[in-house]
Structures are given as structure tokens and as C-alpha cells.
């Protein structure tokens, strides 16, 4: 989909090439109600008329699968498309301008609205910049072809904006973007809610009223029911507070951005019914619902798998295992975590495999592995210096890291004592393939342990022969194999 939404731009950056000039104009109309229209305009000189007919047809699907009506346009001797958004619940949905020139705020609302007892006060807070435009694309000249404006359509006067130009008699801002700077966008209104503000006034004079039949000693049953009023009037006051200070807070927690559906398209992101988000260089876990159940203030949330992710603070040595089902942690932050680009984790602490989870600490530089199972109990303890996760209930690991005689161990920790004629680097290799880590090569070719003991068979045809040779080889392959996971540990 973006794709299309560049395309389309890239043809109108290379028009201002061809011709001189292109047109970016934004309208947003805000009425009392709630709602909202927002009108997005391209155009170009109507020599490329021609041109715009080729990309139209696909920008037309495009639009009409976002529920955006689309149009081509032409006035004042340039063509273009145009893209009309709407919405009956701007607190709710937000403000969606349309993509192919729409300034980027991920994690941002174009607009927020707080509720008050008097009045409804709207905020937008915004930066605008362009899709695919800086400097690398357009020089300062051809900058100054490229005219762009963001009018916005209130329906009472501003209390605040910083505006290029305004017009008080339509309520009507309007801002010149330039392409290649972030233009900062701000206005603020407030809509008075006159009923409310009758029945203060009603209020006041109401207990004004019963202060006086107070003062001037009138019977009880006069005070009694000249109080009823105001009595009245307070309930509701409390309850219309209340109303706000909920609305208020549900507008805060809401999320400008559905993190669940974006994440469907990566799987590092997504993983069963939860995905990771970011937020201003922060990562969190989201649930479907897109609610937060691991706040957005870590360096980079692993998701592993249906039950649990990885989560790392600022320092690489503060990792902790999250339940996402519990929603509680199952170890305190003290493992040591080396994120790859993004949210790869490869040879420090893992996901969980057949119930166990290597988990790795760093003292001065000193690395140990072990393991902990599903309830955060280190059953394994973390003595080893490498281990490789665990296939058909053993795992291989080394006391040091120049260790090159790997020791088989079964999820207990016991140490497993192999036949002396069986190829210990063969389950090695198997192990690591299954796992998708390190492959054993030598000379671009993937060693077979199998092949290399059927070939010494055919050079003799004496058992005692076969005997002594195999080990020779097993030993030179399990060193390349230790060696190789050393490597990929220390990188």
C-alpha cells in the first residue's frame, strides 16, 4: 500500500522538475458535534494531465480501500487528485489526514479535547512534514516551487494558534508549509456549554435565596423546600464533574495509534494476540485490544512467543522474563540481554524451549548461563559458560571458553556420560539446526559426521582401524563446533 502512496509522490516531486510547480493543500473542518472532514488536495501544471491518468487508477483503488472518497480535480490550469476523509466522532477516531502528503506523528493525536463543567476545550499540537521530501530530493529552487498550505475550520473563535494568516469571520486558520522543515502547528479553542452554565447561575441564585429566608428566620417548611433547588442542582454539578473526569481520563489512555493492526504485517512485532510497541524511542506490549500491559518505557521488548516476552531497561544487564497471560513477571531485572538490531536476542537469554529458558548474568565482564523454568525458578544453575537450548531433553555445555569437550546435561542438570563410539558433535549439530543457531563448515561444506565415519570404514576393513580414527575426527569437529558457538557468544 505505501508503495502506491509513493509512487504517486515521487510523480509529483519529479512534475516540479518538468513543469515548476506543485500544490499540497490541506482543509480541516471541525463543527460543535463532533464532526469532522478533512479535504487533501495535489496538483500539478495540466501538461501532465496525461501522466496523472497512469497513476490515478491505482491511488483510486488505493483510496477506496481506506474508505476515503477520491476525485480528480482541475482548477485554475492545474490537475490533481483529491481526497476526502470524514468522521461523526473526532474525540473518538482521532483526525486521519490523507496518507500521500500526511505529516508523520506516530504516536500522536492530531488533535486532543479535555472536558470541562463550562466549557469543552480542543488542542491541536502538531508537527507537519512531508512524505519522501527533504533535501536529498528537491534543491533550494526547486523548494520554492513546491507551495503547500493546512487550513483548518473551527466553529468559534481561537483562543489561542500561531497561524500564518486568519480570518475571524469564518473562524478559518490557515498555516504555508514548507517541505523540507517541520512545521509546528498549534491552536486552541474552547466551546462553552451554556446549559451548564445557566444552571450554575440558577444554582447561585437559588442558595442566595435560601441564605436570605435564613437570615430573615422564615418557617421550616419555606427553607425546606427552597432548598430542594440547589439541593438539586448540586447532585447534578457532581455527577456532570464525574462524567468529565472519566471522559477526560478515557481520552488520555486511548492510543492514537492501533499497534496490534500494524504489527500483524512483521512477525518480530507480532506474536498470538500481543505486539510490540514503540513510543518515543521507548518499546512496550500491547494486546489486541491495544492496550498497554508492558508500559513503553524500555530499551526493546522481545516478543517470543504465545506465553512470554523478553523485556530490557536501559541497562543490558537488567532483563527480566514477562508472562503476558499473568501479566506479571517471572524474574526480577537482573539478566543480562545483547539485543541484535531491533528485537533479536540470539545467544544470551532466550525464549522457552521444551519448558526451560537460558538465562545469562554479567559480573565485571564475567559471563555464567543456566536455566529457569516457566515459573521463573533457576533450575539449572547459571555455572556454565555457554549452553545451547534444549532438543530431545539434552543440552550441551561448556565450564569455560576454551572449552572444546562439550558435556551433555538433561533438564535436571545431571550430566549425561555418552558411549565413547558415539559422535557427541553429531547431537551438537543436529541441536543447533533445530534450533536455527550456528552450522559446523569446513571449506564451505557442511561437516557430516556420518560420512566421515563411513569413509574411514572403506579405508580398512579392521574394527580396531575404525576405532581409533573416529574419535580423531570427532574431536577436530567438536572443536570447530565449540569454537564456532564461543564465537557467536563473544560477537
Known amino acids: 500500500m505505501k508503495k502506491k502512496i509513493l509512487s504517486l509522490m515521487l510523480f509529483f516531486i519529479c512534475s516540479?522538475?518538468?513543469?515548476?510547480?506543485?500544490?499540497?493543500d490541506t482543509e480541516v473542518t471541525l463543527d460543535k458535534k463532533g464532526h469532522a472532514q478533512i479535504e487533501g488536495k495535489l496538483l500539478v501544471n495540466d501538461l501532465l494531465s496525461g501522466s496523472l491518468?497512469?497513476?490515478?487508477?491505482?491511488?483510486?483503488?488505493?483510496?477506496?480501500?481506506?474508505?476515503?472518497?477520491?476525485?480528480?480535480?482541475?482548477?485554475?490550469?492545474?490537475?490533481?487528485v483529491k481526497q476526502i476523509y470524514k468522521t461523526d466522532n473526532y474525540n473518538k477516531n482521532d483526525i486521519k489526514l490523507p496518507e500521500i502528503f500526511e505529516p508523520t506523528n506516530e504516536n500522536k493525536r492530531f488533535l486532543t479535547i479535555k472536558h470541562n463543567l463550562f466549557?469543552?476545550?480542543?488542542?491541536?499540537?502538531?508537527?507537519?512534514?512531508?512524505?519522501?521530501?527533504?533535501?536529498?530530493?528537491?534543491?533550494?529552487?526547486?523548494?520554492?516551487?513546491?507551495?503547500?498550505?493546512?487550513?483548518?475550520?473551527?466553529?468559534?473563535?481561537?483562543?489561542?494558534?500561531?497561524?500564518d494568516s486568519r480570518n475571524d469571520m469564518t473562524n478559518s486558520y490557515e498555516w504555508k508549509l514548507e517541505p523540507t522543515k517541520e512545521n509546528k502547528i498549534q491552536l486552541e479553542y474552547k466551546i462553552i456549554n451554556w446549559l451548564n452554565v445557566v444552571l450554575f447561575t440558577l444554582f447561585i441564585v437559588s442558595i442566595i435565596s435560601l441564605l436570605v429566608l435564613l437570615v430573615l428566620k422564615q418557617n421550616k417548611k419555606?427553607?425546606?423546600?427552597?432548598?430542594?433547588?440547589?439541593?438539586?442542582?448540586?447532585?447534578?454539578?457532581?455527577?456532570?464533574?464525574?462524567?468529565?473526569?472519566?471522559?477526560?481520563?478515557?481520552?488520555?489512555?486511548?492510543?492514537?495509534?492501533?499497534?496490534?493492526?500494524?504489527?500483524?504485517?512483521?512477525?518480530?512485532?507480532?506474536?498470538?494476540?500481543?505486539?510490540?510497541?514503540?513510543?518515543?524511542?521507548?518499546?512496550?506490549?500491547?494486546?489486541?485490544?491495544?492496550?498497554?500491559?508492558?508500559?513503553p518505557e524500555n530499551k526493546y521488548v522481545e516478543n517470543l512467543d504465545e506465553d512470554f516476552c523478553l523485556v530490557c531497561k536501559e541497562d543490558l544487564k537488567k532483563c527480566a522474563y514477562f508472562n503476558k497471560k499473568t501479566k506479571k513477571y517471572l524474574t526480577s531485572f537482573k539478566y543480562f540481554c545483547r539485543p541484535e538490531p531491533e528485537f533479536i536476542d540470539d545467544m544470551t537469554s532466550t525464549g522457552f524451549q521444551e519448558g526451560l529458558a537460558r538465562v545469562v548474568v554479567s559480573e565485571h565482564g564475567d559471563i555464567n548461563v543456566g536455566f529457569i523454568d516457566a515459573t521463573g525458578k533457576e533450575v539449572i544453575p547459571l555455572k556454565y559458560k555457554t549452553a545451547t537450548p534444549f532438543v530431545d531433553g539434552e543440552s550441551i555445555v561448556t565450564r569455560g571458553y576454551r572449552d572444546y569437550n562439550g558435556i551433555f546435561i538433561d533438564k535436571s542438570g545431571k550430566e549425561i556420560k555418552k558411549d565413547e563410539n558415539k559422535n557427541v558433535d553429531k547431537v551438537a549439530v543436529e541441536n543447533q539446526t533445530k534450533n536455527n543457531t550456528t552450522t559446523t563448515t569446513t571449506n564451505n561444506n557442511t561437516v557430516k559426521p556420518k560420512n566421515t565415519v563411513k569413509k574411514v570404514e572403506t579405508k580398512s576393513s579392521s574394527k580396531q582401524t575404525v576405532v581409533k580414527q573416529v574419535p580423531k575426527v570427532v574431536k577436530q569437529q567438536s572443536q570447530k563446533q565449540e569454537n564456532s558457538e564461543i564465537d557467536d557468544f563473544m560477537n
Open 53 to 80: 491518468d497512469e497513476e490515478y487508477s491505482e491511488f483510486e483503488k488505493y483510496s477506496k480501500e481506506k474508505n476515503l472518497e477520491v476525485s480528480k480535480v482541475s482548477e485554475n490550469g492545474h490537475v490533481g
Open 119 to 163: 466549557f469543552t476545550k480542543t488542542n491541536i499540537d502538531w508537527i507537519a512534514h512531508f512524505i519522501e521530501v527533504n533535501n536529498k530530493v528537491l534543491t533550494k529552487e526547486d523548494q520554492s516551487l513546491f507551495e503547500s498550505t493546512l487550513k483548518i475550520n473551527i466553529p468559534v473563535k481561537a483562543t489561542f494558534s500561531n497561524a
Open 16 to 24: 516540479i522538475l518538468l513543469t515548476g510547480c506543485i500544490k499540497v
Open 222 to 295: 419555606n427553607i425546606l423546600v427552597s432548598s430542594i433547588l440547589p439541593i438539586v442542582l448540586l447532585v447534578y454539578f457532581v455527577i456532570v464533574s464525574s462524567f468529565c473526569i472519566i471522559k477526560n481520563n478515557i481520552n488520555k489512555s486511548q492510543l492514537p495509534v492501533n499497534y496490534y493492526e500494524i504489527a500483524k504485517n512483521n512477525e518480530k512485532y507480532f506474536v498470538d494476540d500481543f505486539a510490540v510497541a514503540k513510543v518515543d524511542d521507548k518499546y512496550g506490549l500491547v494486546n489486541k485490544k491495544n492496550i498497554f500491559i508492558v508500559k
